[in-house]
């Protein structure tokens, strides 16, 4: 090998190299910041997008604290699968994310010379000793920062030498010339690495050393803003159709933006070369007025975007019912978040087993045949969904989670084997009422009386379990541990009496089996429930 090949190697290795650190660097700084400000983020989403300007505002502010337009796209699309986002809102947080993502390139647009090892060395420290708190992400996020600068710095070193080379010089006099090839490359390479923040950092480093024009620059910028749309597309597979017309609605919004401004990029430039006298900066610059531009020419068509959206991707969701609702394994890659799904999730299954519990109830007390069945085909996909659930959780990766989360992930296991139990419990009241149907069973009228009165306690507990459970009603747990003993008494004294009915020919031998294992089911589905609420106090 002969000593300028490995010198050219040695230099694209640098190169890369130093976009690998710039890509780890965002990646820590975001994982660190979604650490310790991820459900604050989530309810930000849910709560400030009821109209498009708090929208907007929304998805430019949290975008800019977490540094990537892509992990916004992928929980906007887990939060419409969820239902907590219309295709109205989520177009409204994607423009708000085009001006937020630019504030990455004004970052690193800054020249901090090597004061970037000074930032590595205290986040280091942070992160490092002040394990198990929330310091430690805050750590994490200063340590991801330089090394985000330190990557930067690298490709710069990198590029320094290949500036003066004749064919790249060549190949950028060629974007000048035909700036579509510039957008082109820049849509090919940042759907490759899906970041966009990358390929803007990239562009910025080649401006540190000249190796571009401020025209092929933001050539490869407007391809940047093209290619990042691949994240959103592949995120919305598989996703509800809304899920996937807020994809296509980001692509009409980065293309008409790129459309609009193309055919005048030399006067863009022009404009941009005024703002500063230092290349990087321009770059940066024209990054930004151009976000901000497209967003201020998009916003008032955002009713337009969103019906081209909904002609593109025709037809309707159908409806949940007992299928995963709030469950995205995208979301997995933001740990905090797939958390508050999960707990969404298993706060619906606690919902769905409420009206189960009240079909089982008519079933067993009334000999409902419909209303059995109905508890049999519940039963099976209360399984599903727990397992599901269940599955979801072990995914989640628990060395990303701060302390809080942990313990989070550990109730949430408990709260659904309970549910699931509950549901099980249900279960045998149909498989008694079959039972009861089949051999033609009749109860007296003292034993059918005192079954009601415990049914009718229990499934009061339950639907207070799970009203505290969706509001974290501490107090309201406290009554239901009370309620349980109140149960554990009337289930102790009613199997006295029917012993003792039993003894006096009131009530038939063959109901002696349903009546004491209803009573027993009874009994669990309320032990169940004061575990349910032992949890909302103790978490």
């Known amino acids: 090998m002969s000593t300028d090949i490995f010198q050219q190697l040695m230099i694209a290795f640098q190169i890369f190299g130093g976009l690998a650190l710039f890509l780890f660097g965002i990646g820590f700084l975001s994982g660190g910041l979604e650490k310790a400000a991820g459900f604050r983020m989530q309810k930000m989403l849910e709560k400030l997008t009821s109209n498009r300007v708090k929208a907007a505002g929304a998805g430019a502010f949290i975008t800019a604290i977490i540094q990537s337009s892509s992990l916004m796209m992928v929980t906007l699309i887990g939060l419409i699968n969820a239902g907590l986002l219309n295709l109205r809102q989520a177009v409204g947080v994607i423009l708000g994310a085009e001006i937020g993502t630019t504030i990455t390139a004004q970052i690193v647009s800054f020249n901090i010379g090597q004061i970037y090892f000074l930032i590595i060395g205290v986040g280091f420290l942070v992160y490092f000793s002040l394990r198990r708190s929330n310091y430690q992400y805050i750590g994490q ?23 003066q080379d004749p064919l790249f010089i060549d190949t950028l006099r060629e974007f000048g010339k035909t700036p579509l090839l510039g957008v082109l490359m820049g849509a090919v390479f940042t759907a490759v690495i899906q970041s966009s923040s990358a390929m803007t950092g990239l562009v910025i480093a080649m ?20 290619g990042t749309c691949i994240t959103g597309m592949i995120a919305s597979l598989g996703s509800s159709i809304a899920s996937k017309r807020a994809a296509v609605a980001q692509v009409i919004i980065n293309f008409l933006g790129v459309a609009i401004f193309l055919p005048f990029l030399t006067p863009f430039a022009n404009v941009v070369s005024l703002t500063s006298d230092d290349l990087p900066r321009q770059i940066a610059n024209a990054h930004t007025i151009f976000n901000v531009m497209v967003t201020l020419i998009m916003f008032p068509l955002l009713g337009v975007i969103v019906y081209a959206a909904t002609k593109i991707i025709r037809g309707e969701d159908l409806p949940f019912d007992f299928r995963v609702r709030y469950l995205d394994e ?25 009206g189960m519990l009240e079909r089982a109830e008519a079933a067993f007390m009334k000999n409902d045949e419909k209303s059995m069945k109905i508890v049999f085909e519940r039963e099976t996909a209360i399984d599903e969904l727990c397992r599901s659930v269940e599955q979801y959780l072990d995914k989640i990766p628990m060395s990303r989670l701060n302390e809080s989360g942990f313990r989070k992930s550990v109730a949430l296991i408990h709260t659904l084997t309970d549910i699931e139990r509950i549901a099980d419990h249900s279960d045998n009241f149909a498989i008694a009422a079959r039972e009861k149907i089949k051999s033609g069973i009749r109860f007296s009228p003292q034993a059918q009386e005192e079954l009601q009165t415990v049914f009718s306690k229990v499934r009061k507990m339950y639907e207070s379990v799970v009203q505290a459970l969706n509001t974290n009603d501490k107090e309201m747990a406290k009554e239901i541990l009370k309620m349980e003993d109140e149960i554990n008494q009337l289930e102790s004294e009613f199997r006295e009496e029917h012993i003792n009915r039993l003894k006096k020919g009131i009530c038939l031998p063959e109901a002696d089996v349903i009546f004491t294992e209803s009573m027993r089911n009874l009994e669990r589905i309320g032990d169940h429930s004061d575990n349910i609420a032992h949890g909302i106090l103790t978490e």
């Open 207 to 226: 401006g540190m050393e000249n190796a571009i024009t401020l025209e092929g620059a933001i050539a490869l910028i407007f391809g940047a803003n093209i």
């Open 330 to 354: 995208r979301l997995l890659n933001a740990p905090i978040i797939a958390l508050t799904q999960a707990d969404k999730e298993v706060k619906r299954i606690a919902q769905l087993v409420v």
């Open 141 to 163: 996020a200063i340590l991801g920062f330089g090394i985000l600068f330190l990557g930067m710095a690298t490709m710069s070193s990198g590029l320094k030498p290949i500036s």
